[in-house]
């Protein structure tokens, strides 16, 4: 199977979710072919990791994807920063805990709900 190489030079990605796993791998894609990348997270090292990734076209933020306030602030610094948002990609979720729906508590179950 061929595999195709986009060319994202100019492209600015706002990615959710992107600190760990999925999210950091497809922010270092990103980076890789050229696009330059926000990484907004819950975790406050957000900003140290996407660093991290590079210098000048990665930075980070805090932003908790159940906030409308704390997202359009990320939006707003990417925009302050970048210029736009070409690119949203929402990574954040959680996993549900390996528990029967019976023993699960309602809180566990609303904040998967609303961080997927």
Same mark, same amino acid.
């Given at each position: ?51 991290? $990734? ?13 906030? +409308?306030?704390? $997202?359009?602030?990320? #939006?707003?610094?990417? #925009? ?20 029967? $729906? +019976? ?9 998967? $709900?609303?961080?997927?």
């Amino acid at each position: 199977m061929k595999r195709i190489a986009y060319d994202l030079r100019g492209k600015v990605v706002l990615i959710t979710g992107g600190n760990r796993g999925i999210g950091a791998a497809t922010a270092r894609t990103l980076l890789d072919r050229g696009a330059r990348v926000a990484v907004a997270d819950i975790d406050p090292t957000s900003p140290a990791r996407a660093g991290e $990734l590079h210098p000048t076209n990665a930075f980070g933020c805090v932003a908790d994807v159940r906030d +409308r306030v704390s $997202l359009e602030a990320a #939006v707003a610094t990417t #925009v302050d920063r970048f210029g736009r948002v070409d690119v949203a990609i929402a990574n954040a979720g959680l996993l549900a805990k390996a528990a029967t $729906l +019976r023993n699960t508590p309602i809180a566990d179950i609303e904040t998967t $709900l609303a961080v997927n």
